[in-house]
């Protein structure tokens, strides 16, 4: 069979695609099926169904067959995702409280009527300034994680950066970085356009299946595992201590790094031991002020081995050669007055009344959820298929996110993420009340 015939094939099958002609959720014929209508040999239809496959447009599904997908639908990775102004947005985060844009104005008015304000005009150390990284220990003392050494803590333009500083600074393309099965997105891109390698850890309810963590670490060369111990995106779990020193103990048995994630950790207080407590020695220990604070500010922190510091701070000189120092400030200065105190005892206040109105709409469906969590998860019934979901809530002009964007590897499950966090109460009881009627709708078809 020709390049250009073995070609027509993928071609006629994307125009029919495109065109509607296959609609989402087809299932098109098993490969053996296809090669016998179209008189071609079994290896050239696999080859057809593979190549359609790497385009995005058909989802291949291990028992099941190969399903057409939804090609008007966002991109799967959710950092990607963009989000039209008239949508109701349940696929980001960002919490932000009433009175905030008023603080953000007293701060700028503290700023500039004190302070070394033409400091700001100049380079500042890469990893930040010393009395701010002191700050910025002594406010991890208060989550728990005690006795950090500021010189230990580098200054990041969010946890997103301080991420992407981890991964280009300590490993290298084509190193094994083990994650759990649903993971976050941001990572995940992180290590594709690094060419890091990633192998999924099965999971169970509570957190990695450790069985099958072992037996992974006998099989692969594994540099690094990359885990959210406390309160997981999306499942929502957090590891109990014991799972915490088994994750440790493999860890200094096969010599791997520990990256941990604690982005969402201040909604759960208080919270067991991090790794990065329990284990300097092994561990990166990445958060920021998004969720927190606010989505705007971008300024996080990487707390690193001392003796991995300096690799950190190489990263930040090359990509941004130091966090915006005006920033950085207001984030120390809300630090020091109580402010971020403040807003993460309201925010868990408020991730508390919205799952309550999780609860009170979701009455007829499952669903995985966290008490004090901006988030859900959905996992769908036999049948139906996410993207069918996912397009008919685009209808209604609902965002959400698919659990393919948080596949680690090439499987997922049939589910939904759903944010809580980015529309008002009366909005997001319209917006569960709609997702519960559509995918009841769609297990009645």
């Given at each position: 069979?020709?390049?250009?015939?073995?070609k027509?094939?993928?071609?006629?099958?994307?125009?029919?695609?495109?065109?509607?002609?296959?609609?989402?959720?087809?299932?098109?014929?098993?490969?053996?099926?296809?090669?016998?209508?179209?008189?071609?040999?079994?290896?050239?239809?696999?080859?057809?169904?593979?190549?359609?496959?790497?385009?995005?447009?058909?989802?291949?599904?291990t028992?099941?067959?190969?399903?057409?997908?939804?090609?008007?639908?966002?991109p799967?990775?959710?950092?990607?995702h963009?989000?039209?102004?008239?949508?109701?947005?349940?696929n980001y985060?960002?919490?932000?409280?009433?009175?905030?844009?008023?603080?953000?104005?007293?701060?700028?008015?503290?700023?500039?009527?004190?302070?070394?304000?033409?400091?700001?005009?100049?380079?500042?150390?890469?990893?930040?300034?010393?009395?701010?990284?002191?700050?910025?220990?002594?406010?991890?003392?208060?989550?728990?994680?005690?006795?950090i050494?500021?010189?230990q803590?580098?200054?990041?333009?969010?946890?997103q950066?301080?991420?992407?500083?981890?991964?280009?600074?300590?490993?290298s393309?084509?190193?094994?970085?083990?994650?759990?099965?649903?993971?976050?997105?941001?990572?995940?891109?992180?290590?594709?356009?690094?060419?890091?390698?990633?192998?999924?850890?099965?999971?169970?309810?509570?957190?990695?299946?450790?069985?099958?963590?072992?037996?992974?670490?006998?099989?692969?060369?594994?540099?690094?595992?990359?885990a959210?111990?406390?309160?997981?995106?999306?499942?929502?779990?957090?590891?109990?201590?014991?799972?915490?020193?088994?994750?440790?103990?493999?860890?200094?048995?096969?010599?791997f790094?520990?990256?941990?994630?604690?982005?969402?950790?201040?909604?759960?207080h208080?919270?067991?031991?991090?790794?990065?407590?329990?284990?300097?020695?092994?561990?990166?220990?990445?958060?920021?002020?998004?969720?927190?604070?606010?989505?705007?500010?971008?300024?996080?922190?990487?707390v690193?081995?001392?003796?991995?510091?300096?690799?950190?701070?190489?990263?930040?000189?090359?990509t941004?050669?130091?966090?915006?120092?005006?920033?950085?400030?207001?984030?120390?200065?809300?630090?020091?007055?109580?402010?971020?105190?403040?807003?993460?005892?309201?925010?868990?206040?408020?991730?508390?009344?919205?799952?309550?109105?999780?609860?009170?709409?979701?009455?007829?469906?499952?669903?995985?959820?966290?008490?004090y969590?901006?988030?859900?998860?959905?996992?769908?019934?036999?049948?139906?298929?996410?993207?069918?979901?996912?397009?008919?809530?685009?209808?209604?002009n609902?965002?959400?996110?698919?659990?393919?964007?948080?596949?680690?590897?090439?499987?997922?499950?049939?589910?939904?993420?759903?944010?809580?966090?980015?529309?008002s109460?009366?909005?997001?009881?319209?917006?569960?009340?709609?997702?519960?009627?559509?995918?009841?709708?769609?297990?009645?078809?």
């Amino acid at each position: 069979m020709t390049q250009a015939r073995y070609k027509s094939y993928v071609d006629d099958l994307a125009n029919r695609i495109h065109s509607g002609e296959l609609a989402p959720g087809t299932r098109l014929p098993t490969h053996r099926a296809f090669a016998k209508q179209n008189g071609i040999s079994l290896v050239t239809a696999s080859r057809v169904y593979n190549e359609l496959i790497k385009q995005g447009l058909v989802s291949g599904e291990t028992g099941r067959g190969t399903f057409v997908r939804d090609v008007s639908l966002l991109p799967t990775s959710s950092i990607e995702h963009d989000v039209v102004p008239t949508m109701l947005d349940l696929n980001y985060i960002y919490p932000v409280e009433n009175e905030q844009t008023q603080r953000l104005r007293e701060a700028l008015r503290h700023l500039s009527s004190g302070g070394d304000l033409e400091g700001f005009l100049h380079y500042l150390p890469h990893v930040g300034r010393r009395h701010e990284r002191a700050i910025f220990a002594n406010y991890l003392a208060q989550r728990g994680i005690k006795q950090i050494d500021p010189d230990q803590i580098a200054i990041v333009g969010g946890a997103q950066h301080g991420l992407a500083t981890i991964v280009l600074g300590i490993f290298s393309p084509g190193d094994v970085i083990a994650v759990d099965a649903l993971t976050y997105p941001g990572f995940k891109a992180l290590a594709k356009i690094y060419h890091i390698e990633l192998v999924v850890v099965p999971v169970t309810a509570t957190g990695p299946d450790m069985v099958a963590f072992a037996r992974l670490c006998q099989q692969r060369n594994i540099r690094g595992y990359y885990a959210m111990p406390t309160l997981h995106n999306p499942l929502g779990w957090v590891i109990d201590l014991p799972t915490r020193h088994a994750i440790i103990q493999l860890a200094k048995q096969y010599g791997f790094w520990l990256i941990e994630d604690g982005s969402y950790a201040y909604l759960q207080h208080p919270a067991p031991p991090t790794f990065a407590q329990l284990a300097p020695d092994i561990t990166f220990y990445v958060t920021g002020f998004s969720k927190n604070v606010a989505t705007g500010l971008r300024v996080g922190m990487v707390v690193a081995p001392k003796q991995q510091i300096s690799e950190i701070e190489r990263i930040i000189r090359i990509t941004t050669w130091n966090t915006p120092a005006i920033t950085t400030a207001i984030v120390c200065h809300w630090i020091e007055s109580g402010e971020v105190a403040k807003l993460e005892r309201k925010k868990r206040r408020d991730t508390k009344a919205r799952q309550n109105i999780v609860r009170e709409v979701l009455n007829q469906i499952d669903y995985i959820a966290h008490q004090y969590s901006y988030f859900i998860w959905i996992p769908l019934p036999e049948g139906v298929r996410a993207e069918a979901l996912v397009s008919r809530l685009k209808q209604v002009n609902i965002a959400v996110s698919t659990a393919e964007s948080y596949a680690g590897g090439a499987s997922y499950p049939q589910a939904i993420r759903v944010a809580l966090s980015s529309i008002s109460y009366e909005q997001l009881r319209v917006a569960l009340a709609q997702i519960q009627a559509a995918v009841l709708y769609l297990i009645d078809l």
